[in-house]
């Protein structure tokens, strides 16, 4: 039986955790409370139904692998770009801040240097899952408040890596903390170069010839061998699993496998990072937490002030408004799961003493908990400071201000809205400009980033971050107004591509001619799609019904224009087909004035 034990173990915590964990999240609280939660109840400080032990620990080493995997996948070079000021300004110099005062407490406390400084550190990271949980509720990633906290949080995951990478020099006899941290840095900057350029030259062309195969388990292997074989690499030359797992995320989010990749890591991540939080839960020594309450207490109440101060005195540094910095000061304000991380594994390196790490990581733990009353605070907090009667233009050139490579959708009626639903879904930023101020507010109302605004006026236009823009989407109802909106477009900014809605082909042509770079026919597309979802049904290879599409529109469908616009079949004569012209342009504009909508 003794062989079956780490078995027993694993069974034994994951039952808990079936039981627990969903009762968690019924009351609103986050899956990683309810794991630390069963960690609690069934360790060696609880009812001590599982022992602490080589299997768990491993398996609890896999969670921090997967999930450092996953936040590799989502730093890409050119989202980092993206948002460079953000990142780099407010997010280092937060983590930087924060970490210095939290383990100047530490030692005014009595703690030795190098322990205050990890934990000071660990203390400055927010939690990435909580956090972003909230912004997914509300449709707000893409907004302001949005872009704000992921930039902060991913320079926080960021500043994890070499954390951790400092964990074992500094655990080495005779180690010097600021020298091991400058090593780390180093050797994490020569692997990320390294990794990217295998990145870039082997593992793209190694995962189209295996996607080639359409074997899922064969991919699932790929993927698994690049995570265990970098993170084992990583390992030998002296640094963390952690990192190397980190890296192969940085190595294949630059490929177009990015999203089947995590797609098919997440249920493995998610299992492997609820054992490791298990593991965290078990360490703690409730009976420490409990003797020790007014410590707790106070290091959750110090730990979400100063990190409230000082994310919002350095929003307001970075140029935010007061009513946005305060929100995000209390968004960000609780301690996050990396804490768990980087404590953990000082502890178990011996660099944090049980008897210290105990107290803190409870008061993560709670301030995670009370983290959806933080966000309430900062919303009402925001309402009441926002500027009565701020106008249009202001609050546009507000929003825009951090905005870079993002999309401008004018009109908001029912194409703009669904334009807009697709990249809130792709994480995209986009900025929605509309004249009908009920759409307008509606918008507003379900999370939406619209503004009121003409977007055919070159000061709105350059409010709207136009010259930083990606791409504009006109998807204005009105001809006369979508032709005026894309000539304002194409004088403010050379560059930008612009894609249009059209009517028919005429509309289209003009829409051409007045600068847009790909204009879009609904009867025409409409009947394309229907084509395809037909083809489809009769058994053709999407290959080919796209191809087949591809033929038709490359040349501005051409091929089309007689059957579905310039002249139609009514019927034979004699033989021969007649044909009629389309309706008389009056009836059409009509029409138009009765649908204003976009």
Known sequence: MTELSPLVDIVT???????????????????????????????????????????LHLFAEFGVVFLLFSIGLELSFERMRAMRRLVLGLGLTQVLVTGAIAAGIGMALGLAPVPAAIIGGALALSSTAVVLQLLVERGEQVTRIGRVAIAVLLFQDL?????????????????????????????????????????????????????????????????????????LLTALAGMSLALGAFLAGALLAG?????????????????????????????????????????????????????????AGLGRVFGLPMPLAARSGLLLAQGGEFAFVVIGTAGALGLVAGADAAPVTAAVALSMAVTPLLDAMGR??????????????????????????????????RVGRTVAHVLEHSRSPYLALDLDSDQVADGRLQGHNVFFGDGARRDVLRAAGIERAAA????????????????????????????ARAHDAHHAERLRHAGAGRVLPETIEASLLLAAATLDEVGRESEDIEACLGRLRADGYAQLLPLVVGRRTD????????????PPAPRRRRWLRRDRRG
């Open 13 to 55: 915590a994951l039952a808990a955790a079936v039981v627990i964990v969903p009762l968690s999240i019924r009351i609103g609280a986050s899956p990683v409370l309810g794991y630390l939660a069963t960690g609690l109840a069934v360790g060696p400080h609880g009812f001590g139904l599982v022992d602490e032990g080589p299997a």
């Open 159 to 231: 500043a994890v890596v070499p954390m951790l990478a400092a964990l074992p020099l500094l655990a080495a006899p005779g180690g010097d903390a600021l020298a091991a941290l400058g090593l780390a840095v180093a050797k994490a900057a020569v692997a990320l170069v390294g990794i990217s350029l295998a990145g870039r030259y082997l593992s793209q062309p190694a995962f189209r010839r295996i996607a080639a195969l359409r074997n899922p388990d064969v991919f699932m292997g790929a993927t698994l061998l690049v995570v265990l074989g970098t993170s």
């Open 255 to 311: 490929t177009a496998f990015r999203h089947q990749i995590e797609g098919d890591i997440e249920p493995v991540r998610g299992l492997f990072l609820g054992v490791f939080f298990l593991s965290v839960g078990m360490g703690v020594d409730l009976g420490v937490v409990v003797a020790e309450w007014p410590l707790v207490l106070a290091l959750t109440l110090g730990l979400l002030v100063v990190k409230t101060l000082v994310l």
């Open 380 to 413: 009402r907090l925001e309402r009441r400071l926002a500027p009565p009667a701020a106008a249009p233009a202001d609050q546009l050139g507000e929003e825009a201000a951090d905005l870079e490579a993002h999309v401008v959708i004018l009109g908001f009626g």
């Open 472 to 499: 504009v989407v006109v998807t204005v109802d009105h001809a006369a107004a979508a032709e005026r909106a894309v000539r304002a477009i194409r004088h403010a900014a050379p560059g930008v591509a612009i894609v």
């Open 571 to 582: 019927g034979d004569h004699d033989g021969e087909a007649v044909t009629t012209t389309a």
